[in-house]
């Protein structure tokens, strides 16, 4: 008899996006005539940069002929992307990251997923609400909880509230925590930290020996000189904290997939018979006999990006977005609501006005205006009162639903 991994029945079934779809067609088929405009989609919109696109054709002629044609390469990414990538992302902003740390990947989701192979079942596990749901369902899966509540809490877990209340960044825990995930600047709640509040997270994870999981995929939208780009910007962050950067949100990957993992050589864990173990080690191995690496096509696009003719083009393109964003942020204030986020992420995160749901709103939005937003409480318990809208779209779209917002939906 084949069993299954019994983990993956406690999930508690894909609810988010396939809710959204299901109402979103209900409402189409009663209203066949209504434009509706999705502004919850965390997908990019625009296309690749075009140098990223002219390496990729350089790329592909280099398959075709004997001398530069290429099969397997480093499991860790080429060293030509690798020394760029500690170049422009660590080293510009003084960090210390040495390029045969980086390994590249092909997605941060992957890698935010993958890395659980390195590490224990007995860690205990801390995640914000809301949060990017990757990192609750790999932990499930993996067995690393208790059943789930009706709130979506999954018993053994340790969440941390990011609200208005606390300016959107988690208080440290009172217990001992072993893996703690932080996103910043924030999906879904735009929220940036600062490096006072990264800070703290480095010491306690230092006293507490834990290790800190930092996904920066949406770094490239900062804008503020004080928001810290890497952890590694925080003294005392190579002893504790692995970062995962994706070139998905960066430059328009979303389809083409490339990402990268930083591990220091200065972290270690806990082997069972007591002694430190260096996790770059462990995640080598671990990419070495599980992956095969990144395409060479797909590596020469990204390394575009750290050409002068791609930096250009990745900046006019993270400006689009961010002038939708500023777009979205200027009139749901104008229609009367209260948002966060926006300026260095590019999702607004809106406070659903008069107590409703997250759900009523989502609802009130798509009749009324047929704007298709994301409900908070989709990301946590803690998100239920909050919406989230996506600046990845069209300038025409962003517009257009923003004019039916002011127009119709003035609180
Ligand atoms: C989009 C996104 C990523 C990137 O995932 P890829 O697999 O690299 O496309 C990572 N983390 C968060 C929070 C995201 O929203």
């Keep these: 008899m084949t069993t299954i991994n019994d983990n993956y029945l406690k999930l508690k079934a894909g609810y988010l996006f396939p809710e959204i779809a299901r ?3 209900t409402f189409a088929q009663a209203n066949p005539d209504a434009k509706i405009i999705r502004l919850g989609i965390g997908d990019v919109t625009e296309p690749l940069p075009e140098a990223c696109r002219m390496a990729m054709i350089q790329a592909v002629e280099d398959m075709g002929s004997r001398n530069t044609f290429k099969g397997y390469g480093p499991e860790q990414g080429y060293t030509w992307l690798r020394e760029k990538i500690a170049e422009n992302d660590f080293h510009r902003y003084g960090c210390t990251v040495d390029a045969d740390e980086i390994f590249i990947s092909d997605g941060s989701k992957c890698d935010t997923g993958n890395i659980l192979d390195i590490f224990g079942d007995d860690n205990i596990i801390a995640v914000t609400d809301p949060v990017y749901p990757v990192y609750v369902d790999t932990n499930v899966m993996a067995g690393h909880s208790g059943e789930v509540n009706n709130q979506g809490e999954y018993e053994g877990f340790v969440y941390l509230p990011i609200t208005a209340e606390n300016d959107f960044t988690a208080q440290l825990p009172t217990q001992k925590v072993d893996l703690i995930y932080l996103c910043f600047p924030n999906n879904p709640t735009g929220a940036t930290a600062t490096k006072e509040h990264l800070q ?8 507490n020996h834990s290790i800190i ?5 949406y770094e490239a939208f900062i804008s503020d000189p004080s928001v810290p780009h890497s952890i590694y ?6 002893d504790c904290a692995i970062e995962f950067r994706s070139f998905s949100k960066t430059a328009g990957f979303t389809g083409t997939r490339c990402a990268f993992t930083v591990v220091p050589k200065t972290l270690t864990g806990k082997a069972r018979n007591g002694s430190d173990v260096e996790l770059w080690k462990l995640w080598n191995r671990r990419q070495s006999t599980k992956f095969n690496g990144v395409s060479y096509i797909v590596q020469r696009a990204a390394e575009a990006i750290y050409s002068d003719a ?16 500023k777009i979205i942020r200027d009139k749901l204030t104008e229609a009367g609501l209260t948002v966060y986020g926006g300026t260095n992420a590019p999702y607004v995160w809106v406070k659903t006005p008069h107590g409703l749901t997250s759900w009523d709103f989502f609802d009130k939005l798509l009749q009324t205006v047929n704007v298709v937003g994301t409900p908070g409480s989709g990301f946590g318990a803690a998100g239920e009162g909050y919406f989230r809208i996506s600046a990845f779209n069209s300038r025409e779209n962003v517009e257009e639903a923003m004019r039916r917002i002011t127009e119709k939906f003035r609180e």
């Design 310 to 325: 791609g930096k250009a083009q990745v900046k006019d393109l993270i400006r689009f977005y961010m002038d939708n964003a």
């Design 200 to 207: 703290a997270w480095v010491n306690y994870a230092k006293e």
């Design 213 to 217: 999981l930092f996904d920066a995929a």
């Design 23 to 25: 109402r979103v067609n």
């Design 233 to 238: 910007e925080i003294e005392g962050a190579r």
